[in-house]
């Protein structure tokens, strides 16, 4: 229920602004899996999201940080749909500029990935 959910969400969310640039990729679902699933990635700031192959979803700003926890599923669009464990949704995208992938969110702000990483499942 929850993944239908986080698809009808993706689904109803406006356009994201102005963050896509003309060398921007979009990947399609096959791009987004290989990218994503069963990785961690980590942020300049430090911060990491994990996208476990089996759908689930972790966010720590902090190793030793709480973590956000939910469900994740992939769109044909670059985007990624989060339903957390509290039932709020946030659908962001992920692109490639040249090697590096870029987490775009709803409202354009850019966030270059600093590692991709294999997670311990």
Not at 11 to 23: E, K, Q, T, V, Y
């Amino acid at each position: 229920m929850k993944q239908l959910f986080a698809l009808v969400a993706c689904l109803a969310m406006p356009a994201f602004a102005d963050g896509h640039r003309s060398s921007d990729v979009i990947l399609d679902h096959a791009g987004m899996k290989a990218l994503l699933s069963g990785k961690t990635v980590t942020f300049f700031d430090g911060s990491k999201s994990t996208y476990s192959s089996d759908g689930t979803y972790g966010y720590t700003y902090t190793d030793d940080g709480p973590v956000w926890r939910g469900q994740y599923t992939l769109d044909d669009n670059s985007r990624v749909c989060v339903v957390f464990d509290n039932e709020e949704t946030r659908c962001d995208m992920f692109v490639m500029d040249g090697d590096r992938a870029i987490l775009i969110t709803r409202d354009g702000t850019r966030f270059p990935v600093r590692n991709l990483t294999v997670s311990q499942q």
